[in-house]
C-alpha cells in the first residue's frame, strides 16, 4: 500500500468512494468536480490524503488548513470526508490517511486538528477516539445550507 497527497489525475477514483459516504447524494457535475479539484490540489490550503493498493485508491480523507487570529497565531487544521473501501476496512488504512493528515498539520504549525462526524456512526467514533480524538473537550454545531 502507498500513502500519499492526491494528484490531478485521482478524481475519478475519490469520486467512487465518495458514493459510499453519502450515497443519497445527488452526483456532482463532471466540470464542477474537475474544476473544484484543480482549485483543491493547486493550492496548500486543502491537501487529499490517499491510501493506493495497486493502482486502485482504497481510501482518502482531507484536511483543510485555516489561518487564525488566536493561539498566537498558529493555525488549526479540519479532516473531513474520511473513507475507506468497505474491503480494506480494519486493517489500519484509515488510521495511516489519518495520521498523514495529522503529520501535515503539525508540518503547517497547527495547534489542534479537528475531526467532524456523523452523529449516526457510532462505529466511526470509537475508531476515531482509539486514535487519539477526543469528544468531550468540544462539541459541535453545524447548520444545514
Given at each position: 500500500?502507498?500513502?500519499?497527497?492526491?494528484?490531478l489525475?485521482?478524481?475519478?477514483?475519490?469520486?467512487?468512494?465518495?458514493?459510499?459516504?453519502?450515497?443519497?447524494?445527488?452526483?456532482?457535475?463532471?466540470?464542477?468536480?474537475?474544476?473544484?479539484?484543480?482549485?483543491?490540489?493547486?493550492?496548500?490550503?486543502?491537501?487529499?490524503?490517499?491510501?493506493?493498493?495497486?493502482?486502485?485508491?482504497?481510501?482518502?480523507?482531507?484536511?483543510?488548513?485555516?489561518?487564525?487570529?488566536?493561539?498566537?497565531?498558529?493555525?488549526?487544521?479540519?479532516?473531513?470526508?474520511?473513507i475507506?473501501?468497505?474491503?480494506?476496512?480494519?486493517?489500519?488504512?484509515?488510521k495511516?490517511?489519518?495520521?498523514?493528515?495529522?503529520?501535515?498539520?503539525?508540518?503547517?504549525?497547527?495547534?489542534?486538528?479537528?475531526?467532524?462526524?456523523?452523529?449516526?456512526?457510532?462505529?466511526?467514533?470509537?475508531?476515531?477516539?482509539?486514535?487519539?480524538?477526543?469528544?468531550?473537550?468540544?462539541?459541535?454545531?453545524?447548520?444545514?445550507?
Amino acid at each position: 500500500m502507498e500513502l500519499r497527497y492526491a494528484e490531478l489525475d485521482d478524481l475519478s477514483q475519490i469520486l467512487e468512494l465518495y458514493k459510499n459516504l453519502n450515497p443519497d447524494d445527488i452526483p456532482i457535475d463532471s466540470s464542477q468536480a474537475q474544476q473544484i479539484w484543480k482549485d483543491s490540489v493547486n493550492r496548500n490550503i486543502i491537501k487529499y490524503i490517499v491510501a493506493v493498493d495497486s493502482t486502485k485508491i482504497i481510501a482518502t480523507c482531507n484536511i483543510a488548513i485555516i489561518l487564525n487570529l488566536t493561539r498566537s497565531g498558529r493555525p488549526y487544521g479540519i479532516i473531513e470526508n474520511v473513507i475507506t473501501d468497505n474491503s480494506y476496512r480494519r486493517q489500519g488504512i484509515g488510521k495511516s490517511i489519518i495520521g498523514k493528515a495529522i503529520e501535515y498539520a503539525k508540518e503547517n504549525n497547527c495547534y489542534k486538528v479537528v475531526l467532524l462526524s456523523s452523529s449516526k456512526r457510532k462505529e466511526a467514533h470509537q475508531f476515531y477516539e482509539s486514535i487519539g480524538f477526543n469528544s468531550i473537550s468540544k462539541k459541535g454545531f453545524e447548520i444545514r445550507l
